[in-house]
């Protein structure tokens, strides 16, 4: 079953939700034109947050570390989507090469990478795992929690391909995010990488994402005849940060000020009492660091050392110089009296499941991705993108079908996102 819900504010969301429901055959006819015109990411994960009044997604992952956390009966839909996806780029499928993060220590993480060493097997293909950790000198196992194992082994590159010793490829999957940059190793080589190098953190920008989300939102929001805010969170940029030494106050504080305007308009238009607020994180980044709450321009102005230290560096110690500053969403879903975030899963353009983000101690208004979290997956009845249009909103899977649409809007911003990536425009 569904896990309990406690969600406030619904009118506005339940109105959204019947217009999605209403529009499902517009909706999938739709997407279905869009994927004809851009290429669906190999794999992505979309963080949502459903304020009651609104529901719209505050981060879209290319590299996602949590295919562990997905509810086992949804394997077989895995395994369905990701032959879809391999077969698009490697046709005789004669081997992945999975690369995962270096962060050995983190034994969860590693139990994902097994479950997407297991998805692809299921799939079909021929797969093993290449870590970049010098460290990493011969195959190499290690034992996870859960009591299954995986093998880490040494990369090699001979010209211009990459393998290990007695595997060639076809194709390279990065579970990697590469914040500290692209390796030398995987530079200029033969095989397709997906997602691709150039959407690596090192590169990648989330402004860049959200502005291609903007402009899928408006055509799918016209589509509908809906207010797009409904489904889009508000933002601004601001560069050349220095936390550390207090650089570029006036201009976050002032960017900050101006998103908390609009937002102020928004919720007298659709009568929200709540108090707006922003979040501030690092345009570049993930693992929930270099994130902090803003209620209020005036709070940006005098960060204490505590504050400038965790907003100054985010994973692999890269200083934070550029900022997103981003309407925030509140959270009303609840799990047994704990704060929730809807955390939907996708291979190829298929919705393949997802979890529920949740944390004790933290606020409706606050970030979830920190230490103390845990997921519950979601427990689909039946599969999320086959919702009942005679039954209500709340009823399942119809919620979870409004995630899916939501989520995969993200995808396809985030397709054009690579897209620009990939072909970036030439200098004058």
């Not at 309990?4 to 999605?20: I, N």
Request: with cysteine; glycine share 6%.
């Amino acid at each position: 079953m569904v896990p309990h819900l406690t969600t406030a504010l619904t009118g506005p969301l339940h109105e959204l939700e019947r217009r999605f429901l209403s529009a499902m055959p517009t909706i999938e006819h739709w997407f279905r034109t869009q994927w004809l015109e851009h290429a669906v990411p190999f794999y992505a994960s979309v963080d949502l947050r459903n304020s009651g009044f609104k529901l719209a997604p505050v981060d879209t992952n290319l590299f996602p570390g949590g295919f562990n956390n997905l509810n086992p009966e949804f394997l077989p839909l895995c395994v369905l989507a990701m032959q879809s996806a391999v077969e698009k780029i490697c046709p005789e499928a004669r081997g992945v090469l999975l690369i995962p993060e270096n962060h050995t220590r983190n034994l969860f993480y590693l139990q994902n990478v097994a479950q997407i060493e297991l998805i692809l097997k299921q799939a079909g293909m021929r797969v093993r795992i290449g870590s970049l950790l010098p460290e990493i000198t011969r195959p190499t196992q290690i034992e996870l929690p859960n009591g299954n194992a995986l093998t880490l082994e040494p990369l090699e590159r001979k010209g211009n391909r990459i393998g290990l010793a007695d595997f060639d490829p076809c194709v390279v999957l990065l579970n990697n995010d590469l914040s500290g940059g692209a390796p030398e190793i995987l530079k200029n080589i033969e095989q397709p990488v997906y997602p691709p190098l150039e959407v690596g953190w090192y590169a990648r920008r989330k402004s860049h994402h959200f502005a291609a989300y903007d402009r899928i939102t408006e055509m799918f929001a016209q589509m509908l005849e809906i207010d797009p805010w409904l489904i889009n969170p508000c933002f601004a940029t601001c560069d050349q940060i220095n936390f550390q030494e207090r650089v570029g106050e006036e201009c976050l504080a002032g960017q900050v000020d101006a998103v908390l305007q609009k937002i102020r308009v928004k919720y007298a238009e659709y009568g929200v009492k709540n108090e707006p607020f922003v979040i501030v994180k690092a345009d570049a980044g993930t693992y929930g660091m270099g994130i902090m709450t803003v209620k209020d321009a005036s709070e940006i102005v005098g960060l204490n050392r505590k504050q400038r230290n965790k907003m100054a560096v985010v994973k692999e110690g890269v200083t934070v110089t550029d900022v997103l500053i981003q309407e925030g969403v509140y959270t009303f879903e609840q799990i047994n009296e704990a704060v929730a975030e809807p955390v939907v899963y996708m291979v190829d353009h298929y919705v393949v499941g997802g979890f529920y983000r949740v944390h004790t101690t933290r606020g409706v208004d606050e970030n979830l991705n920190a230490p103390g979290m845990h997921f519950m997956p979601l427990a689909f009845e039946t599969h999320c993108t086959l919702p009942n249009p005679k039954r209500g909103p709340d009823d399942t899977p119809n919620r979870f079908y409004a995630y899916g649409v939501v989520a995969r809007l993200a995808l396809l911003a985030a397709s054009l996102e690579i897209e620009a990536a990939e072909n970036p425009p030439e200098n004058p």
